[in-house]
């Protein structure tokens, strides 16, 4: 994940400083453990300042509206407490080349700051830090104790101090290449790592991106470069600073270095082929500002991020339960195997009563002719017990095993279909390979909270981050022309069945195997063609727990004729008056590829 560095950190600040300040704070809310959003009211608009510390993807800048939830985090009402009704009234860089800001509040502007929100954009160690105007914290969204670092603590109640100085030079554009390049090379090696060594400011995506502008191999080492090379990079590099000094109010002391009067270079936001950047070099496809390229970069990546995790843990965590409830079957069927000799045991303590008078003193076991076939029926016998006892302890092994079946069948009935639901679940997450859209993301958020609805899993102790409000479903087109739904997961596949179906569209399904309910919507009037019903049943059988079969069976009916049990987990129906067609999950396959998706 590419880093929020100083250029970018700046690039964002001139768009906030322009359109957001003077702002007055409306709201504070706090999204998860590492995201507030304060919400801005200018003049002319109304915005969500959102300020991230997550080790990999702090940042600063604008975003969507937080979701409805309530926020229940300590630190957004500390803050919500003091600076609702403030005006921000400034974003200013506490020390040149610093990716430190210090966002300062005051009752209206004009007046002196009362609060400054110190914001640190510094990879792992980023913070957020609200201290009065006498530089007293009075919240911090993660204190650090004296135990954890003995240089800079950070706690409620004492003295703001500024991270430790950066050590480097500071980029200067009055500087000249001669000494610029001397200063690069002066003791050979890798480009990128030398100019990461020699100034301040920089970070290794500026640099490879410096580089490449100029037709070189970040990695190649400065030894390799001629006098032509050398022109280029340096040209690149006075085109950065140049552009830096756009960001002179922000930057701090950085402003006597750089002359502004005669550049109008600008900020370029756009995408790369690695990731993203403010400058325009190597952009593949330009963005209207630099807000909406980092939330759409950061969200992206942060989705992606938990989609794996989540999907790890539900996958791990059903596995789990699985292997747990299929060795209970096994031990129930096992235990229903055993009974159905209690007939048996039945019928060997009747040949016993009738034949007492064959039974002899310390026999082991006894052979006798069976009523009905007259085929010889050997029982063990206790030597020690007589025939009667003998016989007993058989009627009374009948009775056992008859109560044993009376009482496992039911208990195997409901492993069995404990199982079949989280089958159910599994194909789910089957289908969810890879992060795509944050309807994925959404998706495997929804089978966590069923499963916590189940309970299956634990409820978190911090809430997650929001997506959106509720996924939506698979949608295709048959060659018909007829829209085909399909659900992601169990929440999708009850709202198909029992809400979305009308009456003249077709319910699809794998026969006794677990996966997505399939809605075909039809008009009155309209029957779909063999070709429709394939395309459904292809479908239906790659988004099923088969969908690595060459041929699977798939039957459909009439929504009318699906009902769901009394009691029934989410996602489990059962149906009537069914056709079958068989299903091929490569050709489902195949339709994905060809993304005749709406």
């Known amino acids: 994940m590419q880093p929020v560095d100083f250029t970018t950190l700046m690039a964002a600040?001139?768009?906030?400083?322009?359109?957001?300040?003077?702002?007055?704070?409306?709201?504070?809310?706090?999204?998860?453990?590492?995201?507030?959003?304060?919400?801005?009211?200018?003049?002319?608009?109304?915005?969500?300042?959102?300020?991230?510390?997550?080790?990999?993807?702090?940042?600063?800048?604008?975003?969507?509206?937080?979701?409805?939830?309530?926020?229940?985090?300590?630190?957004?009402?500390?803050?919500?407490?003091?600076?609702?009704?403030?005006?921000?009234?400034?974003?200013?860089?506490?020390?040149?080349?610093?990716?430190?800001l210090d966002l300062q509040f005051a009752r209206r502007p004009g007046e002196a700051a009362s609060f400054h929100l110190y914001v640190e954009i510094i990879s792992k160690y980023s913070n957020v830090i609200l201290t009065g105007a006498d530089n007293l914290i009075i919240t911090v969204a993660h204190q650090v104790s004296s135990q954890q670092s003995s240089i800079r603590p950070i706690q409620t109640g004492q003295p703001y101090e500024r991270p430790p100085a950066l050590t480097g030079t500071s980029p200067n554009l009055s500087e000249s290449q001669e000494r610029w390049q001397e200063r690069v090379s002066l003791v050979p090696g890798a480009l990128q790592r030398q100019l990461l060594k020699s100034y301040r400011g920089l970070s290794p995506a500026l640099v490879r991106s410096m580089a490449q502008a100029a037709d070189l191999n970040p990695d190649q080492s400065t030894e390799s470069l001629d006098t032509s090379d050398w022109q280029r990079l340096f040209q690149r590099w006075q085109e950065w600073l140049q552009v830096m000094g756009n960001g002179e109010d922000i930057g701090g002391s950085q402003s006597a270095t750089v002359d502004t009067s005669s550049h109008s270079s600008q900020f370029q936001p756009g995408w790369t082929t690695q990731g993203y950047t403010v400058l325009g070099w190597g952009m593949i496809e330009p963005v209207s500002n630099v807000q909406s390229l980092l939330d759409s970069y950061y969200t992206a990546e942060l989705n992606q991020q938990e989609f794996a995790q989540l999907r790890h843990q539900l996958t791990q965590k059903l596995g789990n339960i699985l292997g747990k409830l299929r060795q209970k079957a096994s031990t129930f069927e096992e235990r229903l195997q055993q009974s159905d000799q209690a007939d048996q045991q039945r019928q060997q303590a009747d040949l016993l009563m009738a034949h007492l008078h064959e039974w002899e003193p310390g026999m082991k076991s006894i052979t006798l002719a069976d009523f009905d076939t007259g085929k010889p029926v050997t029982i063990p016998l206790n030597p020690e017990k007589n025939a009667v006892q003998n016989a007993q302890a058989l009627y009374k092994r009948h009775q056992k095993l008859k109560r044993a079946r009376k009482a496992v069948e039911p208990l195997l009935k409901d492993v069995q279909e404990e199982i079949q639901y989280l089958e159910q679940v599994e194909a789910s997450l089957n289908q969810l390979d890879t992060y795509a859209t944050p309807e994925d993301l959404q998706t495997l958020q929804e089978i966590r909270e069923e499963l916590i609805g189940q309970r299956y899993l634990d409820a978190p102790e911090q809430r997650s981050r929001e997506v959106s409000n509720v996924s939506e479903p698979h949608r295709y087109r048959t060659p018909s022309g007829f829209e085909l739904l399909i659900g992601r997961n169990n929440r999708q596949n009850d709202q198909l069945t029992f809400r979305?179906?009308?009456?003249?569209?077709?319910?699809?399904?794998?026969?006794?195997?677990?996966?997505?309910?399939?809605?075909?919507?039809?008009?009155?009037?309209?029957?779909?063609?063999?070709?429709?019903?394939?395309?459904?049943?292809?479908?239906?059988?790659?988004?099923?727990?088969?969908?690595?079969?060459?041929?699977?069976?798939?039957?459909?009916?009439?929504?009318?004729?699906?009902?769901?049990?009394?009691?029934?987990?989410?996602?489990?129906?059962?149906?009537?008056?069914?056709?079958?067609?068989?299903g091929r999950p490569q050709k489902g396959n195949n339709y994905l590829l060809e993304d005749d998706t709406l």
């Open 500 to 582: 979305t179906a009308g009456d003249y569209d077709l319910w699809f399904h794998t026969q006794e195997i677990a996966g997505s309910h399939v809605l075909m919507r039809l008009q009155a009037g309209t029957v779909p063609d063999e070709a429709d019903l394939q395309f459904a049943a292809d479908l239906a059988a790659h988004y099923s727990q088969a969908r690595q079969s060459d041929q699977v069976p798939v039957v459909y009916t009439e929504p009318k004729h699906v009902y769901k049990p009394k009691g029934a987990k989410p996602g489990m129906a059962i149906y009537k008056r069914e056709r079958i067609l068989w």
């Open 13 to 100: 600040c001139c768009e906030l400083r322009s359109e957001w300040v003077p702002g007055r704070t409306e709201q504070v809310y706090q999204r998860d453990r590492f995201t507030i959003a304060i919400g801005l009211r200018t003049l002319k608009s109304r915005g969500w300042l959102t300020i991230c510390w997550h080790p990999q993807a702090a940042r600063i800048g604008l975003s969507d509206p937080p979701p409805r939830t309530p926020d229940t985090f300590t630190f957004s009402d500390q803050l919500r407490h003091q600076l609702t009704g403030l005006a921000l009234i400034g974003i200013e860089a506490i020390a040149p080349w610093e990716r430190v």
